[in-house]
């Protein structure tokens, strides 16, 4: 399994933006998905943003489209979350995943077939 380890998480207010980071253990094969999803107290883990690692379109919630942008550095093994216009409902513990088998045109909204998740960073944005 890849280990992933989340940075970049702080307090910041209603407008403002932050970069989350997700550097990875060890080479990430071309052929793995990546994902970023959020967790609320009290509420599930859901899908924010994704992409292949080997590029093309990437995949985004509806309620982040717009203002977030899912990039990744192959050379560093990192993947990124830039995070824009920052709501107060934007506030969760982000987590990054690693599909090492994306399968299906909408592969990356499930994260139970993630096989390795980062240990979180916490956002909060104060309205």
């Known amino acids: 399994q890849v280990q992933l380890v989340e940075s970049g998480g702080g307090l910041v207010q209603a407008g403002d933006s932050l970069r989350l980071s997700c550097a990875a253990s060890?080479?990430?094969?071309?052929?793995?998905?990546m994902g970023w999803f959020r967790q609320a107290p009290g509420k599930e883990r859901e899908f924010v943003a994704a992409?292949?690692?080997?590029?093309?379109?990437?995949y985004y919630a509806d309620s982040v489209k717009g203002r977030f942008i899912i990039s990744a550095d192959n050379a560093k093994n990192t993947l990124y979350l830039q995070m824009n216009s920052l709501k107060a409902e934007d506030t969760a513990v982000y987590y990054c995943?690693?599909?090492?088998?994306?399968?299906?045109?909408?592969?990356?909204?499930?994260?139970?077939?993630?096989?390795?998740w980062g240990q979180g960073t916490q956002v909060t944005v104060s309205s």
């Open positions: 995943g690693a599909d090492s088998r994306p399968y299906g045109v909408r592969w990356y909204l499930n994260r139970l077939d993630y096989d390795s």
């Open positions: 060890v080479r990430i094969a071309s052929s793995y998905g």
């Open positions: 992409m292949r690692w080997s590029g093309g379109s990437p």
